[in-house]
């Protein structure tokens, strides 16, 4: 059964502190993303990496950074921890090729407080 | 940019009921169109996607779904909906590599 899991479902964290969000995929997939999910805006794509070390923006990296050291993991990082950051984050990997499905971890539920 | 929108942000619907959910794209000259459900507290599953071919796409859970492209539209159907249907519906259209969402649908099915 392929599977995408984060490492956490749920994180409460206070303002400014340095969080990481880790996702690790068992599928040999090529791409990893990162996506934000707020109620009526749908999933927002924060960063994707299509190989090791590589990763390009997505459409709201601002206070996010990301890491690929080995290509089954992908963390997300937030520098300082605002407020606007609470939000639901989900990583999801696929292979190569425009058509190909993308499979979804469960999600961690992030709050800062 | 390709971008997709979902024209409903709520359907309530009772159960044994038929149901639309309703997606446009902006076009292009080749497209992939996905449908996605997510399940309370869960991750997004794939429900069904259009490559090529015929444009009627039969996908899990007695779902399908209908590309038409002089509408630029890929609407999501259910004949006959169950209680365990209740979720949320994201239509997503891919892009160099990447899957570019829609707002997301909340169809709620009521006894």
């Known amino acids: 059964d392929v599977k995408v899991t984060q490492s956490s479902r749920y994180l409460v964290k206070r303002t400014g502190e340095k969080v990481f969000l880790e996702c690790v995929q068992d599928?040999?997939?090529?791409?990893m993303f990162w996506y934000r999910q707020d109620p009526g805006l749908g999933l927002r794509l924060i960063y994707f990496?299509?190989?090791?070390?590589?990763?390009e923006k997505g459409d709201i990296p601002e206070g996010y950074s990301v890491s690929r050291e080995k290509k089954e993991r992908f963390s997300l990082i937030l520098e300082s921890a605002s407020t606007n950051q609470t939000s639901m984050y989900l990583c999801?990997?696929?292979?190569?090729?425009?058509?190909?499905?993308?499979?979804f971890g469960q999600g961690t539920r992030l709050t800062v407080v | 940019a390709q971008s997709v929108t979902q024209l409903d942000s709520q359907v309530p619907v009772f159960e044994e009921a038929p149901v639309e959910l309703r997606c446009n794209y902006s076009?292009?000259?080749?497209?992939?169109l996905f449908w996605y459900v997510q399940y309370p507290n869960q991750g997004l599953q794939l429900l069904l996607k259009?490559?090529?071919?015929?444009?009627l796409v039969k996908g899990i859970n007695g779902f399908e779904a209908e590309f038409n492209k002089s509408q630029t539209s890929f609407h999501l159907r259910k004949p006959s909906v169950h209680i365990s249907d209740t979720a949320e519906y994201f239509c997503?259209?891919?892009?160099?590599?990447?899957?570019?969402f829609g707002q997301g649908t909340e169809l709620s099915v009521k006894p």
């Open positions: 997503a259209v891919a892009q160099g590599g990447k899957l570019i």
């Open positions: 076009s292009s000259v080749s497209v992939y």
């Open positions: 999801a990997s696929s292979g190569v090729g425009e058509g190909t499905e993308a499979f």
């Open positions: 990496s299509y190989d090791v070390k590589m990763k």
């Open positions: 599928m040999d997939h090529e791409n």
């Open positions: 259009y490559l090529s071919g015929s444009t």
